[in-house]
């Protein structure tokens, strides 16, 4: 069954300091993949995706990811956090499959704190 | 344009009770989804809706849970009877289709809270 696995359940950074969050997924097709941010009292929001092409991806926010179709693996990382980037962050993953419908899958998340 | 508009966002209940959400998803979104999100878990989808069919409800507790969307457009979701872990926030979200291309916009959910 597909799923996906986020490494770290609780990161505290200072400001300044560089970020990866690990995510991997298990699925052996097509996949897009997702990152989406809840900052506190907010709605999920999308941070950045891959469909295809470029496997390094710039999201908002100065936020990037690579996917790496080898090890089924789509890190978010930021060379430099900010104290406004404390917040959860999921990865999710959206199989193809046959109908073509949308299932995105989620990851348990990574609650981020960040200190100045 | 205007998001995901859910209510009410907060809700208090005793075991055995029953409780409904409703969801209105963004203007000329097909589809949508509801997700259940235990806290530190991540969200799980519980029924997918295209148009006001059914296309996925794999994971809905059918025996407790049920959901509808009339005409298309809004959704409501009921719990009856409630338990104890049904206790999470419920997520309504949508988006423009169905293909695995179209990205989701979530609304702020509903706390749930089973007592």
């Known amino acids: 069954a597909q799923s996906v696995s986020q490494h770290n359940h609780h990161v505290i950074l200072s400001e300044a300091a560089s970020l990866e969050l690990g995510c991997n997924y298990s699925y052996g097709g097509t996949v897009n993949l997702f990152w989406y941010v809840q900052y506190p009292g907010q709605h999920l929001q999308l941070l950045l995706k891959y469909f295809s092409g470029d496997p390094l991806v710039k999201g908002i926010k100065g936020f990037e990811a690579e996917f790496i179709k080898s090890k089924f693996s789509f890190n978010l990382r930021k060379p430099s956090v900010q104290w406004s980037d404390t917040a959860e962050y999921f990865c999710?993953?959206?199989?193809?499959?046959?109908?073509?419908?949308?299932?995105?899958?989620f990851g348990a998340g990574t609650r981020l704190a960040v200190h100045p | 344009e205007a998001g995901v508009a859910q209510s009410p966002r907060y809700k208090i209940i005793e075991k055995r009770q029953s409780v409904a959400f409703w969801c209105n998803p963004i203007s000329g979104h097909a589809t949508l989804y509801w997700y259940q999100q235990i806290l530190g878990q991540g969200p799980k989808l519980l029924i997918q809706f295209q148009n006001n069919g059914v296309v996925d409800d794999s994971q809905l507790p059918k025996d407790r849970f049920s959901a509808e969307r009339l005409k298309g457009v809004d959704s409501t979701l009921k719990i009856q009877p409630a338990k104890l872990e049904d206790s999470a926030v419920y997520l309504c979200?949508?988006?423009?289709?169905?293909?695995?291309?179209?990205?989701?916009?979530f609304g702020n959910g509903t706390r749930l809270t089973v007592t």
């Open positions: 999710a993953v959206n199989a193809r499959r046959s109908g073509g419908y949308n299932k995105l899958i």
């Open positions: 979200a949508s988006s423009l289709g169905q293909s695995y291309n179209s990205p989701l916009h």
